[in-house]
């Protein structure tokens, strides 16, 4: 009785102490501006590798990710506007990044 225990305690830690990966292989989700409308040709990476997209003209993307540690950061640019960014997992596709417009002249209008 108590070898069988042994054995299932044994076994139970191993089980506990492997890793779990995800089964979901990518990101998704939509880039606006502040006033909430989507922003298309915006780059799209996992930070610190050199998997990207480029938006839709409907602001939304999708990024396949491999081997990616979870959670993994998102950044977005375009051209014009300040660089954003967010934490994401594996499998999320409500991602949603909102690009700032950068003005370069002290009284735009």
């Keep these: ?3 069988a225990a042994g054995c299932f305690a044994i076994a139970l830690a191993a089980c506990l102490a492997t890793p779990v990966f995800s089964t979901d292989t990518f990101v998704e989700g939509v880039v606006l ?4 409308r989507p ?3 915006a780059t799209i990476r996992i930070q610190a590798t ?3 997209q ?3 003209t409907d602001g939304r993307f999708r990024l396949e990710i491999a081997d990616s540690p979870s959670p993994f950061r998102v950044t977005v ?8 960014g967010t934490d994401a ?5 409500d991602r949603r990044l909102t ?5 370069d002249s002290d009284h735009p209008g």
């Design 33 to 36: 501006d502040p006033d909430g």
């Design 99 to 103: 690009l700032g417009p950068h003005v």
């Design 54 to 56: 480029t938006t839709g």
């Design 39 to 41: 922003i298309g040709g």
């Design 89 to 93: 997992r594996p499998g999320q596709s």
């Design 77 to 84: 640019w375009k051209d014009g506007y300040y660089v954003s």
């Design 50 to 52: 050199l998997n990207e």
């Design 1 to 3: 009785m108590f070898r």
